[in-house]
């Protein structure tokens, strides 16, 4: 079956533009995970949405970022403004109900120049 | 609060050794605990978890660990090593109630390299 698909695989742009990354999670996974992996480093939590709870935020580095889920489908994190820090790749996991795994897409590798 | 930490960011070790990989968490509520692998070029894949019962749990490709509450460890290991087994592994811990449960905390990762 389908895995989460994120989109696009990557990204280059330019300092100071905004860019989208998109997620679509496994049909049916109430909770999608947002984090972000900086080369060398370990998974740097950003965001996490759990059904009809309000998101939690407390991973996202500035106002910058944002992120947006409708319903139980696709989710998008905005990256205002971008900066040459904010290159990483950008993973995506989404979890289904009363299940403890989570399943991760294949990333979207984001380069700001 | 949740964090994880992983004691080594490189492991290297020769073909047929026994693989060990550390991991030692700190959790405000009873944790569930995971590791997970990612082989170069893709995604994160679950090797096992513990969430109750057996505290020594087994996983993929030979891998086990034992969730140890007094040492607040999760030590990944697999007895004998296969060239295949080179990869980044990574360590994480849930809350298993609350109202954060589920939401994923992972450590910053050990690379595993295996010598011929």
């Known amino acids: 079956g389908a895995g989460v698909s994120q989109s696009p695989s990557n990204k280059v742009t330019e300092k100071g533009k905004d860019v989208e990354l998109r997620c679509d999670p496994i049909s049916g996974h109430t909770a999608l995970y947002w984090y972000r992996q900086r080369l060398g480093q370990g998974l740097e939590f950003l965001i996490y949405f759990q059904g009809n709870s309000a998101p939690d935020k407390s991973g996202l580095p500035s106002d910058r970022f944002s992120a947006e889920r409708t319903g139980e489908s696709v989710s998008t994190l905005t990256i205002q403004r971008t900066q040459q820090e904010d290159s990483a790749v950008y993973l995506c996991?989404?979890?289904?109900?009363?299940?403890?795994?989570?399943?991760f897409g294949q990333g979207t590798r984001l380069t700001v120049v | 609060a949740q964090s994880v930490t992983q004691l080594g960011s490189h492991v290297s070790v020769s073909e047929g050794a026994l693989v060990l990989l550390r991991c030692n968490y700190s959790?405000?509520?009873?944790?569930?605990l995971f590791w997970y692998v990612q082989y170069p070029n893709q995604g994160l894949q679950l090797l096992l978890k513990y969430t109750t019962g057996a505290t020594l749990v087994k996983g993929i490709n030979g891998f086990e660990a034992e969730f140890k509450k007094s040492e607040t460890s999760f030590h990944l290991t697999k007895p004998s090593a296969h060239m295949s087994d080179a990869a980044e592994y990574f360590c994480?811990?849930?809350?298993?109630?609350?109202?954060?449960?589920?939401?994923?905390?992972f450590g910053q990762g050990t690379i595993l390299t295996v010598h011929p």
């Open positions: 994480a811990v849930s809350p298993a109630g609350g109202t954060s449960y589920g939401k994923l905390t």
């Open positions: 996991a989404s979890r289904p109900p009363m299940n403890t795994e989570a399943f």
């Open positions: 959790s405000s509520v009873p944790p569930y």
